[in-house]
T-cell receptor, first 112, second 114 residues
């Protein structure tokens, strides 16, 4: 079956530090890949997506590149802010339909 | 354009009771999916509806059921509640059902079973 593995948290960074959250996947066919963010007490917000190999998704300074050869979709940001503190989920859809398979989530805490 | 709305936002029920949760998708969206979020199991897919038809179902017991109406609004029902059903239930809507379109999530319904 499909699965997503992302790095364990929590990740604690100082403001303006570089962020990488690793995500790898196993899927049949050609999945679409997503990063979602969840702020405390809220639902999930789509951060970025990529639907085919070598696509780069980007939004709000965050980027992730769909790497088919390494089955990865790592999230990066060059300079994090305190407001980026949240839980980040890597996810995929595959085989048609909208069923999202999520990773376990990585909590990010950014300190001044 | 209004986002995905879910009602109620919070709910407390007793074991053995049943509950119905409601989700109104973004206007024009035809696909609605439901997820259960718990600290132990994370985010797990419950089911997906597209144009009033259930297209996909996760690995949950038959106590969990859902439906979609002609206006795309969706409800999920949990019968004979168990303590383990305490969770945040999230609904997501999408324009189409291809898996490549953005899915927009509602704020969730926090269900507590005592």
């Amino acid at each position: 079956g499909n699965s997503v593995t992302q790095m364990e948290g929590p990740v604690t960074l100082s403001e303006e530090a570089f962020l990488t959250i690793n995500c790898t996947y196993t899927a049949t066919g050609y999945p679409s890949l997503f990063w979602y963010v969840q702020y405390p007490g809220e639902g999930l917000q789509l951060l970025l997506k990529a639907t085919k190999a070598d696509d780069k998704g980007s939004n709000k300074g965050f980027e992730a590149t769909y790497r088919k050869e390494t089955t990865s979709f790592h999230l990066e940001k060059g300079s994090v802010q305190v407001s980026d503190s949240a839980v980040y989920f890597c996810a995929l859809t595959a085989g048609g339909g909208n069923k999202l398979t999520f990773g376990t989530g990585t909590q990010l805490k950014v300190e001044l | 354009k209004a986002g995905v709305t879910q009602t109620p936002r919070y709910l407390i029920k007793t074991r053995g009771q049943q509950v119905t949760l409601s989700c109104s998708p973004i206007s024009g969206h035809r696909s609605v999916s439901w997820y259960q979020q718990t600290p132990g199991q994370g985010l797990q897919f419950l089911f997906e509806y597209f144009s009033e038809t259930q297209r996909n179902k996760g690995n949950f017991p038959g106590r969990f059921s859902g439906r979609q109406f002609s206006n795309s609004r969706s409800e999920m029902n949990v019968s004979t509640l168990e303590l383990g059903d305490s969770a945040l239930y999230l609904c997501a809507s999408s324009l189409e059902g291809t898996g490549t379109h953005e899915q927009y999530f509602g704020p969730g319904t926090r269900l507590t079973v005592t």
